[in-house]
């Protein structure tokens, strides 16, 4: 009887055990419970309703899912990857570009605040991340989850002259269509991929700023093996004695060996390497981001699929390099890739307003304010011939809210790096802390506007509607408080050059923002500026117009500057002819006059200036 009773005992607990099991196969592989109706059920018509829609799971879709749930939102998350994360979970990202405050305060607080306390710290391991997000997800009763859908996209509406958005149409794997209606949609795609496809429109990449043809370096996230507490105090200590600015390490992150890096040669003139990121996962591993793939098109999936192969092609022997070259790294191998590569840059959307890196610079807050930053303007490289370049560190900015709402799409928000940011200006704002803040108040805004009974486009333009807005996100853990900071360079006579230069990126102050505007210009430096700025503005050919060369020695004077504008527009002068026809113009200005005569010299400050005048009254001259 005693063994009959053992042998019962036995069967429920394999049963229990076997439940436990299937239980961490479905959390585990999303898409199998996702499409197989453990989480949610469909009606046999296959249509839903919702109150509000969140297309892609990157950790800003996942903050404004979780958000629009905990704000009362029957909320769906849907995306056709298998699980949710995105950049974190599925290209392996694990450094954070953390956006601290003056007084080295996290400043985006919050849901970010929430995920990163349970994290290693500013790197980690993926799967620690898969983890929170899961248990972020999981807690919310209001929130159901679709992942693994071959294609999500949108269902319009004609209104008048608007597109409203109603809701999204995706196919399941067995190819079975469903229309998921929502009162309110948010895309949280890595590249607006439903705003696009729903009518909103954008720019691709740095072709705002007058570089079509340039596309921002995409990167293959690697993981190696062999790199325990050892060999990572010894990574640690070589950074700190190579001295290096900008470099660091910590107990999980190390930055720097950008020198050293630069005595690799890859195989394949498409690829290059940065200065290395490493960030520690568990045990003896850590992933590498540094190896840089151009001329990709991030929209295109062949163009992706291309990517990948040379960047698989090439680690092996930039593994090689590392281990004879980096301290730390002797006995690391390789154990894997990233199962999608990282994109930095795609769509830029036009929203109700379009954020600058001049807001960025100049440290603007904003009245609609809806999340912070303060990470250093960072335009990574296109290729061999542009290596990247740091336009700036601001102390503090705000994302306004009108940043999320698109132009001629009704009823969606955008969130993410996609945002209605101009390319320049995503070289901040596109980092994970601030999309996430940018995520969280997105759905706590879908709520409100519910509540209210009224548009997005609507409550953009009600300060009192967004006040409210600002007031339940603080009670939800974030700090919308308004700011001042100073703004760099913002004494300078030149400052309005600088300005003008910087929108397109033809000015650089790195981390310590000196744009050296007291440097005396060469002339090689001004015809290039100048040329840049009016090829931008449709106002150049391809070539550089004829000019008299003078022996490089020789100084920019105010005579030589004209000439060169002149030639410009087609006129062959002579210096002092030119300066003459400008001076008939009214073109020259008594500021740059007196400080060009005081220093005895064209500084690069007097050469944005003059530039500055000579682009806006080209057709006056």
Not at 117 to 129: C, K, N, V
Not at 177 to 203: H, N, S
Not at 430 to 450: E, K
Not at 455 to 477: C, D, H, K, T, Y
Request: net charge neutral; hydrophobic share 40%.
């Amino acid at each position: 009887m005693s063994s009959l009773k053992n042998m019962i005992v036995l069967v429920v607990v394999l049963l229990l055990l076997a439940g436990c099991g299937a239980g961490w196969l479905f959390s585990r592989r999303p898409d199998l419970w996702a499409s197989g109706g453990v989480k949610r059920t469909l009606p046999e018509a296959g249509e839903a309703s919702y109150d509000l829609i969140v297309a892609g799971s990157d950790p800003e879709g996942i903050a404004a899912a979780v958000s629009g749930a905990r704000n009362g939102l029957r909320t769906l998350l849907v995306d056709t990857r298998p699980e949710p994360g995105g950049l974190m979970t599925r290209g392996w990202l694990n450094n954070l570009d953390m956006n601290y405050g003056p007084d080295g305060e996290i400043l985006n607080k919050g849901m970010f605040w929430e995920f990163y306390r349970q994290i290693e710290g500013d790197s980690f391991d993926p799967d620690t991340a898969d983890g929170v997000f899961r248990s972020l997800l999981g807690k919310e009763k209001n929130l159901e989850q679709l992942y693994g859908v071959l294609e999500i996209t949108p269902l319009t509406e004609r209104a008048g002259e608007k597109i409203f958005l109603s809701g999204v149409q995706v196919v399941l794997p067995s190819g079975r269509l469903e229309r998921l209606f929502a009162r309110r949609i948010i895309d949280a795609t890595q590249d607006a991929d439903l705003a696009a496809a729903a009518g909103v429109p954008y720019t691709v990449g740095l072709s705002d700023c007058g570089r079509p043809a340039e596309r921002i370096a995409v990167t293959l996230i690697f993981k190696l093996k062999g790199v325990g507490e050892k060999q990572w105090q010894r990574l640690r200590q070589a950074i700190a004695e190579h001295g290096e600015p900008h470099t660091g390490a910590n107990e999980r992150s190390a930055w720097g060996f950008a020198k050293t890096m630069k005595g690799y040669r890859p195989a394949n003139s498409r690829l290059g390497v940065r200065g290395l990121n490493l960030g520690r996962t568990k045990g003896d591993q850590v992933l590498i981001n540094a190896l840089h793939i151009f001329g990709v098109d991030p929209l295109s999936a062949e163009s992706r699929k291309e990517a990948r192969i040379l960047a698989e092609q090439e680690i092996p022997r930039l593994i090689e390099y590392l281990k004879k070259n980096i301290p730390g790294l002797e006995d690391a191998n390789l154990t894997g890739t990233a199962p999608e590569l990282y994109v930095r840059d795609s769509r830029h959307i036009l929203g109700l307003y379009r954020l600058s890196v001049n807001d960025i610079m100049e440290n603007r807050d904003f009245w609609d304010r809806i999340a912070f930053g303060s990470y250093p303007v960072d335009i990574q490289a296109t290729g061999p011939h542009f290596t990247g370049d740091v336009i700036g560190k601001p102390v503090k900015y705000a994302i306004p809210f009108r940043c999320l709402v698109p132009r001629e799409v009704e009823n969606l928000l955008v969130v993410g790096r996609s945002a209605s940011f101009d390319s320049l200006a995503a070289g901040s704002a596109r980092v994970i802390p601030v999309g996430m803040a940018t995520g969280q108040a997105a759905g706590a805004a879908a709520a409100l506007s519910i509540e209210k009974g009224i548009s997005f486009r609507e409550m953009s333009g009600s300060p009192e509607v967004i006040a409210e807005l600002q007031n339940r996100l603080n009670s939800q853990g974030m700090e919308l408080q308004p700011f001042q900071a100073p703004i760099s360079s913002e004494d300078h006579w030149a400052y309005p050059g600088l300005k003008f230069m910087r929108q397109w990126g033809l000015a650089s102050g790195g981390y310590t923002n000196n744009y050296r505007l007291d440097e005396e210009m060469k002339e090689e430096s001004f015809r290039n500026c100048l040329w840049a700025v009016l090829r931008i503005n449709g106002l150049a050919g391809s070539n550089l117009p004829p000019v008299e060369k003078y022996p490089q020695e020789k100084k920019l004077t105010l005579e030589r500057a004209a000439q060169i504008m002149c030639a410009f527009q087609g006129r062959q002068l002579s210096p002092e002819q030119a300066y003459r026809h400008l001076k008939e113009k009214g073109f020259w200005e008594s500021v740059v006059l007196d400080h060009v005569r005081k220093e005895g010299k064209i500084s690069r400050g007097a050469g944005y200036m003059l530039v500055k005048r000579f682009v806006e009254n080209y057709r006056e001259l």
